[in-house]
């Protein structure tokens, strides 16, 4: 070709080849400067067409993860895990053939191994042999799983599984592990707490809080997931160093309850013998501290997490706390407060006799429980009010309702705060109910009818009758360790009132013991003793080494579903409030039993009562020690303004503050319009906050406050406030707690210490 380019052009051959040399080399400079621009290019706009060659460079050697955060545990007051993050398992079997290892060994699950797999699960797990079938024969699956019963497997019970297949040869059994919560408390037998804990369930992506505490804590338990980067080889292996944290994963807080395991886990076995023992549609009880504190709470039926599945199965069975989502009728343990507030309003004379025979209210008829339940005077029918007291008379409570006059009355079961929910921070309490506009029901109310309550309202008012005639929050959350920061938000006393005369409940107390102790008009006295708990005959039926405690016992009717209460024998709510020591109680325990089906006998509340309490008095040092804290942590305040009123005073509640609603939370529509501390301020855990409602003025009880809290009262009221003695917090207050006022209405308030 040179020879005939050479002819054409002329050129000698020498002459030729370097012009053809000089093509080749312009050529070469040319193709390689178009590389270099393509390279330049490719590097300065990381594009192919629509391929993005960064993204695709990262992804290759880069990856980008989610970092998962721990769920918090839940712990008894000691440290003693309820609720903690765990593994669960769930299984597969490989049918896709091309399923094998690099020596060419299958990992998959031969048809002709299926009858195998199929034995092998059906007696390992329990899964019908029918479901194992199709799924092995469903030939669009590459991997199949197997149900309810194939999931939520233990690791111990997952390592047992594939240990078990290996032995057998069985080939492309797999497991798949899931985020769990686990409840090791509970897997010894009965539950703990069950539905005051609650649970908390995989979702797909975290755990979720399905009810109790689980579900009211959720956001403060869950924490905050993180994202972290990390480069990788040509295997898609993590480089060693190159990690690198793009948002830092926060842990959820761990949550202290204030439950005493050794008391929860004996009033789990006092309780399953109490509902064989009964036969009832429903029991439950609560232990707590004079203070507040609920050490043990518990219901039947009930589940543990091996039950949970079945739970529905029980008949009478609820997912509601019966402490704080069911309301009732509470019987005669309302008389307490009756007994109270008229001797704290001067409108009884213990000493006056009455006759007791029969009571005329309109059209209702009261009697007395010897007529109704034995259609005969059992015991003499004139007697005083304090006999009538510990015979538990509804005669004689509606008398004195009647003397008080419904307007006092009603009063009372403000100060008590029967109006309103506690508001612990758990979810779906529900509101209770003061009696209706009638004179019969208003009278029924003084012996527990006509009024609808919560377990924990009565509890939280009969922290009054254990504090000297002040009452206490209940609660049942310790402390709040934030692992993040090491700091902790720890409960102190929350003081919400002062009902009540320390006098007047110094003599509720001792009828109350006379209900224990007095041979004659004792309901809770036993003439033959009960061999089973020890008790001898002719003595006080609850003994804590062998000393009576303040007791009241009571039976309501059940309302029908119909109107009017379900008739027949037993067909009552049965109860007993007792608390420890009688002249000072240290401890409150209240227990119900609903419409038993064996012949009533009130043993079955005094086998659960007396070695709870009992037991409660030998930990006491333990129990009222007192928390030290390394690091208080703080609460940052939000703004609350046109939030309702009972969600907040929850949220509150779940960060260690003490909310105060000032006006009426029960009209429509109230929202919150003021605030004592402004959004932003950073305060230390059990720092009472006054929010204002929208509702109606309403005077709160500032027993225990402080002249700086008075005067926001007074300053969102317009109120001429008057301030008399020396102290630091309010002893006395001239306007009645929970009463209508006016703006501009005058106040005197001493202070005291």
């Known amino acids: 070709m040179i020879s005939k380019n050479a002819k054409k052009t002329k050129l000698k051959p020498e002459n030729n080849r370097k012009r053809i040399g000089k093509s080749l080399f312009f050529l070469a400079i040319a193709v390689f400067a178009i590389f270099i621009f393509r390279l330049v290019w490719l590097v300065t706009v990381n594009h192919v067409g629509s391929t993005n060659l960064k993204q695709n460079a990262t992804y290759n050697f880069q990856s980008t993860v989610s970092v998962q955060a721990k769920r918090g545990t839940i712990y008894d007051r000691y440290g003693t895990a309820i609720a903690v993050d765990s593994s669960s398992y769930t299984l597969y079997v490989v049918l896709d053939k091309k399923q094998t290892d690099v020596n060419g060994n299958k990992l998959y699950a031969d048809k002709s191994e299926f009858d195998k797999i199929t034995t092998f699960l059906n007696s390992k797990l329990g899964i019908d042999k029918t479901l194992i079938t199709q799924q092995l024969n469903n030939k669009k699956a590459s991997q199949v799983q197997f149900g309810t019963k194939g999931s939520n497997i233990s690791l111990q019970k997952m390592q047992e599984l594939q240990k078990a297949a290996d032995d057998e040869g069985l080939v492309g059994i797999g497991f798949i592990s899931n985020v769990a919560r686990s409840y090791p408390m509970s897997n010894v037998g009965s539950g703990f707490a069950s539905q005051f804990i609650g649970t908390a369930a995989n979702d797909g992506n975290t755990l979720v809080g399905s009810d109790g505490i689980e579900l009211a804590y959720n956001s403060i338990l869950s924490g905050k997931n993180g994202v972290e980067t990390y480069q990788k080889d040509a295997s898609g292996h993590p480089l060693p160093g190159t990690t690198k944290v793009i948002k830092p994963v926060e842990n959820g807080s761990d949550v202290y309850t204030t439950l005493d395991s050794r008391l929860q886990e004996q009033l789990e076995t006092l309780m399953d013998k109490a509902a064989s023992d009964s036969g009832a549609q429903q029991l439950s009880a609560t232990l707590m501290t004079k203070d507040g504190q609920i050490l043990a709470t518990t219901q039947r039926p009930t589940y543990t997490p091996a039950t949970k599945n079945t739970a529905t199965d029980q008949k009478y069975f609820t997912w509601n706390s019966l402490l704080f989502q069911t309301g009732f009728e509470p019987g005669s343990v309302m008389k307490t407060f009756l007994m109270a507030s008229a001797l704290d309003s001067n ?35 004139i007697v005083n009010y304090a006999d009538g007291f510990m015979m538990s008379s509804n005669v004689g409570m509606s008398r004195i309702e009647q003397q008080m006059g419904y307007n006092t009355w009603e009063q009372y079961l403000k100060k008590f705060k029967f109006d309103m929910r506690v508001r612990t921070g758990l979810s779906g309490e529900v509101a209770s109910s003061l009696p209706a506009a009638n004179a019969v029901s208003q009278v029924q109310s003084a012996f527990g009818q006509g009024i609808a309550v919560t377990q924990i309202q009565l509890l ?16 049942g959350i310790s402390q709040i360790v934030n692992p993040n920061e090491n700091t902790s938000l720890t409960v102190g006393k929350e003081v919400i009132g002062n009902p009540v005369s320390s006098s007047a409940i110094s003599k509720t107390l001792q009828l109350m013991e006379g209900v224990d102790t007095n041979a004659t008009y004792g309901t809770a006295y036993t003439a033959l003793g009960d061999a089973e708990d020890n008790i001898p005959a002719n003595s006080p039926l609850i003994q804590i080494n062998g000393n009576p405690a303040a007791v009241k016992t009571g039976t309501a009717q059940i309302a029908a579903p119909g109107g009017g209460y379900i008739q027949g024998a037993e067909s009552n709510l049965y109860s007993m409030v007792a608390m420890y020591p009688a002249s000072n109680p240290d401890f409150i325990m209240y227990m119900n039993i609903k419409l038993p089906t064996k012949t009533w006998s009130l043993h079955y509340i005094s086998r659960v009562v007396n070695p709870m309490l009992t037991l409660a008095e030998s930990r006491k040092s333990e129990i009222f020690q007192t928390t030290s804290v390394d690091k208080a942590g703080k609460v940052k305040i939000a703004d609350y303004s046109n939030e309702n009123p009972g969600s907040v005073t929850d949220t509150l509640r779940q960060e260690i503050l003490q909310p105060v609603l000032v006006g009426s939370t029960t009209e429509t529509g109230v ?41 926001q009262v007074a300053k969102w009221y317009n109120l001429k406030v008057t301030y008399s003695g020396s102290g630091s917090s309010v002893t006395k207050q001239s306007v009645t707690a929970a009463s209508s006022i006016k703006k501009g209405q005058s106040l005197t308030i001493t202070l005291g210490n």
């Not at 301020?681 to 008075?710: C, F, H």
């Open 347 to 381: 409108k009884v004379d213990l000493n006056a006799t009455y006759d007791r025979t029969e009571l005329k209210v309109y059209d209702a008829t009261i009697k007395d429980w010897d007529i109704n339940e034995h259609s005969k005077f059992l015991l003499p029918t």
């Open 460 to 475: 939280r008012g009969w922290t009054t009758f254990a504090n000297n005639g002040v009452m206490l929050e209940p609660h």
């Open 671 to 711: 929202k919150i319009v003021k605030q004592s501390i402004s959004s932003g301020t950073s305060v230390p855990a059990n720092t009472r906050i006054l929010l204002l409602t929208s509702g109606s003025p309403l005077m709160p009880d500032m027993y225990s406050w402080t002249k700086e809290q008075v005067d």
